[in-house]
Structure formats: structure tokens, C-alpha cells
RNA sequence: GCCCGGAUGGCGAAAUUGGUACACGCACAACACUUAAAAUGUUGCGACCGUAAGGUCAUGUGGGUUCGAGUCCCACUCCGGGCACCA
């Protein structure tokens, strides 16, 4: 209606969990339960009323469209951003079968309660962390709602710090055999460190093994620690480890010989899985420290002498690096905290102990599902040439291979023009027993041909996470049956980058970032045009959840679902649309309240009631234009589409209410008709109807131009000033506009509400608004 | 535990940058219409004191800054989202 073209899409994206646990317990292929359910959300969303562009539906589980899916894979692999690690998954020893972080519920596997293990597997992963910093930096260049940034920087986790080399003997032989590296952000408080922590995965532990006394007793811990997330590692209150009995480090900042102790709340996934423990000024450090009764090191001092007094009982750790002095630091002693992290990595890099680094909490992506229902990964393990690979070792750079080969010997992609690498039927759906995906049962289907070389090999069999279908959507709506590529260059350059991209906020960390990493990848190796920019969404919303009635989540289990086709045949699709938008602000979760949507319905009614007076009268009623009601239609005009465009909702309906209440008075036609205008987004059925059949328009109301509204209109002659004395509101007084703070003042003092408690003898100041407020302090 | 939000009448909520707290709607009550009910319309509706005029207190709790705080600062409580294999 503003006169722009609107790329509004809708599609399906069907791969994943539950279609196939749905297929698991039902045997129904998943493929047909996402085609029925797609014609059912079809029927939904097209009875609600909203405007998609229903010729560019795209479904992420088609042939046609994962073909592209699997392209971008073997593109990242070919760039050398996929390769193959041991990475633990969740397994169930009695279901024999790996399971999701949601599958399992405090330790225990959601279906036989039996507790679950890690169980290391070679997984495919992607280098998500090669594109950490721009992650960060191109976020400056983005209409993101703060909160969602924030989210974003924080969870890719930039920390500036250093690597410091802890030296590591045993204690019988005093022989330097091995060392520690820890990452850290404090290495000022590098005196402080008493003891050093490493996660119970920490390699030391196996290669130290023939030396550390107290074997038995770290392998049962390293054994316990197996079996927790790491969430519940980090999320106990209470901190456990054990001390490896054996061997000490020695802190390089003074030779002091250090216990190392293993305990779960040190992760393998950040850092370098180790740490040096300052208790003394970190909280987590300090809670350790005094369980096991080890030595708390103040190297850090308040500056502030009320503050140092305050902090001498050492009941908690000393954080606040802002507003330290060194102390028990060498050389470093009386300097600030702040300035000696600068001067202590000079030291560390001179000593070659230690140098500075950058540290992201971001970790690469683990891309492997052992499912049945996702995209193949369409590689195929080949024997032979893995051992070609070997043979030639240094002269591959200069080789045909690709360095994603180069990188995973033996593993060799299929040739593009084989494209898509189709799901085969199963008619099994559950994983094997041995962890893998069901695909590698089918003999017919796991041995192939080497594409490179013509040897017997083997597929893949694990299958893409459902992520990698909505990594790149967007470009497919811009050209949805493209058969050459993603999507037409030309029309992506007309189209992209998103204009708006509204989303829940619970995938701010995961799809938001994942998409927009997969789309600088695109960038990069110029399957998007250079033109479109480095971003795919320019500005980003969040919308909150509908709860039940209750404010619990809807679900079936809890039987508080609102199906909205009731709500439709009930009330009619213009009320719930309505209702919806009423029921509060945009971003915030609401709970659906039946009552109050007849409020709405009221609303609507009282509408269409007066719209037929127009056409009982055959259009001959007529009433004159009301200055004031004008120029509430005018505020209203400007009202609505100021919220519209900032997602307020709730208050432009508000808005239109409040306009209502005095228009379906009195209004003339043609104030009638800008309303209907105004209300034709939030309710299109009855406006439209409205429109056409009872005011007879030819065109449709969603022809019409946008109304723009009069500021001469909107301007008051008059405002109401508020008095207040000493900061309370004491009376409100009607001025004409613009009256100045000196007869202001002359004014309000004629008033007698105001004499009672101000005079022109006892007033200290005044504090004057224009056309708004008016504050006199008395003595 | 860590990161990000939120808390305002009986209820959903409003208050564009610190400037009239509770707009709009629901529920409730009274009245009108009706034989009656529903629907509709009109009026009232934060708490306390007061016939009223008016006053005092109120935006999760406790402090602070300010002429003035729902809004800013500090400390805390409770609730929601995320924590990498739900998507």
C-alpha cells in the first residue's frame, strides 16, 4: 500500500527428530507425514489470511531443493571447512542407540531411564570458528535488536588473554617431563595461581599416567564425569575433583611447586581444558580452594583503602580488576591491575613462558546425525585412495586433490552432477546398535564405486542436522526452482540481502548464527553476488511465544492447545488475527485468555454495524466534518503506521479502538473510509467486504494508497500544563501553546489549588517543559 | 552455574528521550432496552481516609541519584528464553 514490492515467502523445513520418531512409532514414512502435515499448516495459514507468495513455497526435505543443501556441503568441504573428529555422543547402553541432548532428562535416557554414557564417534564438523571474528565485527553492520547482538557476541565469546606454559614434574624423580598450557584473561594474577585444574578428558592424565600415585582414584572420577553434560558440570553448586597424587606444576611466575587437581567444572571444549586456579580472585577458584583446604594468594589489592579493609576476611574472591594494586607480585608490585596484564604478557613472551592470545567460548559445529531423516552427506570413503593420499603425503598440494581431501585422506566427494544424493527407503527408522544410522544398513546403498578411481568404497551414513536446510533458505525464495544453482545471481541482486527477518528469540544462537555463517561462506566463494553485501538479514526481530491459558507452554501432553481453526469457525479469522496482535507487545510471551477476545469481536462488530449505514441510506447519510474528531483521525493515521513499522501492535488496535469510539459516531463517509484503510492490514476479510460489497468500491481496499497524514492537523492551539510543587502534581492547567516559563508561572499562581502550597515569596526555582509541565520548588 | 530478558490494578496491558502512573481491552457493578434472558447502549471501577472538595500511599524487595524515578545507579527475590544432537 506504500507502493514497494514485498517478497513475503513461507516454506517447510520437516527434517530432524520429530518427523522421525513420529515414523519410529507409527512406521509411516516421514515423507508422507510431512507432505499431509504441510497441506494441513497450507490450509491453516491461508484460512488466517496471511498475504504469502504461495508460488515460492519451498520445503527443505525436496529432492530439489537438498540437492543444494548437499551442494553447499560439498562446497565447504572442497574449501577444507569440513573435517572429521572424535566427538562424544550421548549413548543409552541398554536401547543400544545414540541420543539427543533432549532425549536425555538428568543423566537418564528418556525412554529406558537407564543412565546414559559419552561414547566417542567420528563425526563431520565444520569450521565455524574460522569465521568467529567477522561473526562479531559484521554484527556492527546490522539492524539486529540489541538484545539479539548481545546474545550473538556472547555466545561466540571473544576473551583477549594469554597462553601460559606451566612446567610439569614428577615428584619422586624432580624432572621436568611435560607441561601444562592454560588460556587465561588474568594472566596479572599469575602469583596468585596456587594449584591448576584440568578437565577429566585432559590428555596429561593418560600420558602421566605410569607416575600419578593415585591411579584408581582419578580413573573412577575421570569415569563419573563421563556420564554428566556439560551443563550439569558447570551448573552444581557444589564443585568436586580430585588431586592427581604423583605429580606438581611449577607456577613460572616464582618456581613454586602447585598441586594439580582434576574436576568436572574444567570443560575439554574451551581453552586448552586446563587451568591455573587463582582462588583469591575467582569466585569459581575460591569455592575450590576452600573445600580442599588449599592456599589463597591475594595478589591483588582495593585501591581503595574503606574497600581493602572491608575485603581482608577473604570470604569471597576479589574480582574487580578495574580497581586493583599488585601485591605478592615480584617485580610487579604497586602497579595497576589493569596496566600489569599488558607488562606481565611482555614478560611472559621475554621468559618464553607464555604469549597472547585470543580465545573464542564458539566451538565448531558438530554437522553428523546418526539418523535416518536428514540430507545424506554425499561423500563416499574410499580405501585406496585414502592410501594414494598416504603415499604421496608431500606432493599432494600440487595434486588435483581438493582440500577438503587433502584433509580427510580417503575421503572423496560425489561429482556435482550427481546431485541430490536421494534418501533411500528403509523400513526401519531406529538407529543400529552400533550407533549408527540406519542408512548403513543397506548394503545396496553403503558400497559404491570411488568416483575418483573406480575402487570398491563406501558412503557416508550419517545425515546432515536439520540446520543445514534453513542455513540458506532465504536465497532459495528468490528463485525456488532453479535447476542450475541455489538461486539466479540476477535475482538474488534484485531481492537480497532480507529486508526484515523476524524469528524466535530461542534460536538466536544457534540457526541466526549458523545462517549467517553458512551465507558468508556463499560470499566468500562467490556463489552470492560480491553486491548483495556480507550479511544476509539487515535487521532482525524477535517475537514472543503464545502460551496456554495458564502461561504454560501449549502442548499436547498438557491439553491446552488452542487450535486456531476453531478459534476462526467460532469468532471468524479477523478476531484471532486481531487478537493476537492485542494480546501484548510483539516481543514479549502471552498467555491466550479466551474472555478477552470478545473484546475484539465487539470491536468488529460495532464496524461492520455502522459500515450498513452507508448503505441503508444509499450512501445520502452524511454528517459534517468535526474539527476534533479530524484531527484524531489525523494522530491516528500517524499513530498506526508509526507502530506498524516498530511491530507495537497492541497499541496501534489500541489506537484504532480509541479512534472508533468517537468516528462511528459521526463520521462521514470519507473519514470512514481512511479508518477502514487503516484497519485493512489488522482485519483484511471484513474490510475488504467492507469496501466492496457494502460501499460498492470496484477495487480491492488493498489497492488503495497508504493515508498520509496532515501535520496542521495534528498542531494544538492549546496545551495542558501540569503544576506541580516540589515534584506533586497539585493541578493542570489549559494554556495556549508555547506560553513561555514566566507567565507560566504568573498563571499557575492564580490558581488557588496552587496557592495553598506555593507563593511568589517561598519559591526557590521553577523548572519549566513547554507545553507539558510546570515544577516550582518551595523552600 | 553462565549469558539474555521480564516483574505496573481482579486480569491482558499503556506510559517515543527521566516530566500527569494505570490509555485501550477483559472481568465486575449499576442503570436503560426487554415479559425475561442474551445481545447492545450509558455510567462507574488501584488502595486507604473523607458526604464532598480534597488528602495520603501505590509500578517485585531494600537502598541511592534528582526539583521530579515505572524509566537511571547499586544490592537482592522470583519468573521466562538459551546453554551447542528439540528446532
Redesign the pocket.
Known amino acids: 500500500m506504500e507502493g514497494f514490492e514485498v517478497l513475503y515467502p513461507m516454506g517447510f523445513?520437516a527434517f530432524?527428530?520429530?518427523a522421525e520418531n513420529y515414523a519410529i512409532k507409527t512406521g509411516i514414512h516421514p515423507s508422507i507425514v510431512v507432505k499431509k502435515n504441510i497441506k494441513n499448516f497450507t490450509r491453516q495459514m491461508k484460512s488466517i489470511g496471511f498475504s504469502f507468495d504461495w508460488d515460492r513455497v519451498i520445503s527443505t526435505t525436496d529432492e530439489n531443493y537438498y540437492k543444494w543443501t548437499q551442494w553447499i556441503f560439498l562446497k565447504m568441504f572442497e574449501n577444507g571447512l569440513a573435517y572429521k573428529a572424535k566427538?562424544p555422543?550421548?549413548w543409552c547402553p541398554k536401547c543400544k542407540i545414540?541420543?539427543?541432548?533432549?532425549?536425555v532428562v538428568a543423566g537418564k535416557c528418556e525412554r529406558c531411564a537407564s543412565s546414559v554414557e559419552k561414547k566417542e564417534?567420528e563425526?563431520w564438523l565444520l569450521k565455524i570458528t574460522k569465521y568467529a571474528q567477522r561473526l562479531i565485527d559484521d554484527l556492527d553492520s546490522v539492524d539486529y535488536i540489541?538484545?539479539v547482538k548481545?546474545?550473538q557476541k556472547?555466545?561466540i565469546g571473544r576473551s583477549d588473554g594469554a597462553l601460559i606454559k606451566f612446567k610439569i614434574q614428577s615428584e619422586k624423580l624432580k624432572v621436568n617431563e611435560d607441561f601444562l598450557e592454560v588460556f587465561t584473561t588474568r594472566p596479572d594474577t599469575l602469583f596468585g595461581a596456587t594449584f591448576m585444574v584440568i578437565a577429566p578428558e585432559h590428555v596429561l592424565i593418560r600420558n602421566q599416567e605410569s607416575v600419578i600415585s593415585n591411579r584408581e582414584e582419578v580413573k573412577k572420577y575421570v569415569e563419573m564425569a563421563k556420564g554428566k553434560?556439560?551443563?550439569e558440570r558447570?551448573?552444581s553448586?557444589e564443585k568436586t575433583g580430585v588431586e592427581i597424587k604423583g605429580i606438581k606444576a611449577v607456577n613460572p611466575a616464582n618456581g613454586k611447586e602447585i598441586p594439580i587437581f582434576t574436576a568436572d567444572y574444567v570443560l575439554t571444549?574451551y581453552g586448552t581444558g586446563a587451568i591455573m586456579a587463582v582462588p583469591a580472585h575467582d569466585q569459581r577458584d575460591f569455592d575450590f580452594a576452600k573445600k580442599y583446604n588449599l592456599p589463597i594468594v591475594r595478589v591483588i589489592q582495593p585501591e581503595n583503602q574503606e574497600l581493602r579493609i572491608k575485603n581482608q576476611g577473604l570470604e569471597k574472591a576479589f574480582e574487580d580488576i578495574e580497581n586493583g594494586i599488585m601485591v605478592h607480585s615480584g617485580q610487579f608490585d604497586g602497579m595497576q591491575a589493569l596496566e600489569c596484564i599488558k607488562k606481565i604478557t611482555l614478560w611472559l613472551v621475554e621468559k618464553k613462558i607464555g604469549r597472547p592470545e585470543v580465545n573464542y567460548?564458539?566451538?565448531d559445529?558438530?554437522f553428523?546425525?546418526?539418523h535416518y531423516w536428514g540430507e545424506p552427506i554425499p561423500l563416499i570413503f574410499c580405501d585406496s585412495c585414502k592410501k594414494l593420499m598416504e603415499s604421496l603425503k608431500f606432493k599432494v598440494q600440487s595434486s588435483k586433490f581438493s582440500e577438503g581431501e587433502i584433509l580427510n585422506p580417503g575421503w572423496v566427494p560425489i561429482p556435482e552432477d550427481k546431485l541430490p544424493l536421494t534418501l533411500p527407503n528403509v523400513k526401519k527408522y531406529e538407529p543400529t546398535d552400533t550407533g549408527e544410522s540406519p542408512l548403513s544398513k543397506i548394503d545396496s546403498w553403503v558400497n559404491t564405486k570411488c568416483p575418483r578411481c573406480n575402487s570398491p568404497a563406501k558412503r557416508e551414513t550419517d545425515v546432515m542436522?536439520?540446520w543445514a536446510g534453513?542455513d540458506w533458505y532465504y536465497l532459495r525464495y528468490c528463485n525456488p526452482n532453479n535447476n542450475q544453482c541455489l538461486a539466479d545471481p540476477e535475482k538474488l541482486k534484485y531481492w537480497m540481502p532480507v529486508d526484515w527477518y523476524n524469528g524466535g528469540?530461542?534460536?538466536t544462537?544457534?540457526h541466526l548464527l549458523y545462517s549467517r555463517f553458512v551465507y558468508k561462506f556463499l560470499w566468500d566463494i562467490g556463489a552470492v553476488p560480491k553486491e548483495i553485501g556480507s550479511e544476509p538479514y539487515k535487521k532482525r526481530t524477535s517475537h514472543g511465544m503464545i502460551l496456554g491459558e495458564g502461561g504454560e507452554?501449549m502442548s499436547k501432553s498438557r491439553g491446552n492447545v488452542v487450535n486456531p481453526d476453531d478459534v476462526i469457525e467460532e469468532f471468524g479469522a479477523d478476531v484471532l488475527r486481531m487478537y493476537e496482535m492485542?494480546?501484548?507487545?510483539f516481543n514479549?510471551?502471552?498467555?491466550w485468555?479466551t474472555?478477552?477476545i470478545?473484546?475484539?469481536k465487539?470491536?468488529l462488530?460495532?464496524v461492520w454495524l455502522y459500515s450498513n449505514k452507508f448503505k441503508v441510506q444509499n450512501s445520502k447519510f452524511k454528517i459534517k466534518e468535526d474539527v476534533n474528531v479530524l484531527k484524531l483521525l489525523h494522530q491516528t493515521i500517524k499513530?498506526v503506521s508509526?507502530d506498524i513499522e516498530s511491530m507495537?501492535f497492541?497499541?496501534a488496535v489500541?489506537a484504532l479502538?480509541?479512534l472508533s469510539?468517537e468516528l462511528l459516531n459521526s463520521a462521514d463517509q470519507k473519514s470512514f473510509e481512511t479508518f477502514l484503510i487503516l484497519l485493512s492490514p489488522f482485519a483484511p476479510h471484513i474490510t475488504e467486504e467492507i469496501w466492496r460489497e457494502v460501499l460498492g468500491h470496484k477495487k480491492s481496499i488493498f489497492k488503495e494508497a497508504w493515508p498520509k497524514f496532515d501535520p496542521n492537523l495534528i498542531i494544538s492551539k492549546e496545551a495542558?500544563i501540569?503544576i506541580?510543587v516540589?515534584?506533586?502534581?497539585?493541578d493542570?492547567i489549559i494554556m495556549p501553546a508555547g506560553t513561555d516559563e514566566l507567565s507560566a508561572v504568573q498563571i499557575a499562581l492564580l490558581s488557588e489549588?496552587i496557592q495553598k502550597f506555593a507563593s511568589k515569596e517561598n519559591i526557590i526555582k521553577t523548572?519549566h517543559?513547554k507545553d507539558?509541565?510546570l515544577?516550582i520548588?518551595v523552600k
Open positions: 523445513d530432524g527428530l520429530p566427538i555422543i550421548n545414540g541420543l539427543a541432548n533432549e532425549e564417534k563425526q540489541e538484545r548481545t546474545m556472547n555466545w553434560s556439560d551443563l558447570t551448573e553448586k571444549g567460548k564458539l566451538r559445529w558438530v553428523s546425525r546418526q542436522p536439520n534453513s528469540l530461542e534460536h544462537t544457534l507452554k492485542f494480546i501484548g507487545p514479549q510471551a502471552a498467555s485468555d474472555k478477552s470478545l473484546g475484539i465487539r470491536f462488530d460495532r499513530k508509526v507495537g497492541n497499541t489500541s479502538m480509541i469510539n495542558q501540569v506541580q516540589n515534584g506533586k502534581v497539585r493542570k489549588k523548572i517543559i507539558k509541565l515544577n520548588v
